[in-house]
């Protein structure tokens, strides 16, 4: 069975950073992709930014492109998302999912997923 677990949300002032993790169990994820999604209150979820496992290669959202930084870890089968230059805009609940396709930006093209970790950004 599949399995994210997100951690390393918080409260940061605006124009901090934090770093979120995504600890990933249940599969071999060589050939997947490792997409970062969020959540505003009243808001739809959406992209923030993937990375193919097997190649390293990563796509963003131009909301935060330059600022949010998707890696990987092989040895700990961890996907990180360091945020930096945070704004209040950011705040959302922020999950991480699993995609068998390389590139993938649509919620409906991730099969699994964590439980979120809340981020909040005060002004």
């Known amino acids: 069975q599949v399995q994210l677990v997100e951690s390393g949300g918080g409260l940061v002032q605006a124009g901090g950073s934090l770093r979120l993790s995504c600890a990933a169990s249940?599969?071999?994820?060589?050939?997947?992709?490792m997409g970062w999604f969020r959540q505003a209150p009243g808001k739809e979820r959406e992209f923030v930014g993937n990375i193919n496992w097997s190649n390293g290669i990563t796509y963003y959202a131009d909301t935060v492109k330059g600022r949010f930084t998707i890696s990987r870890d092989n040895a700990k089968i961890t996907v990180y998302l360091q945020m930096n230059s945070l704004k209040p805009e950011d705040t959302a609940v922020y999950y991480c999912?699993?995609?068998?396709?390389?590139?993938?930006?649509?919620?409906?093209?991730?099969?699994?997923w964590g439980q979120g970790t809340q981020v909040t950004v005060s002004s």
């Open positions: 999912a699993s995609s068998p396709y390389h590139g993938a930006r649509r919620l409906y093209e991730y099969p699994d």
């Open positions: 249940g599969r071999t994820f060589s050939s997947y992709a």
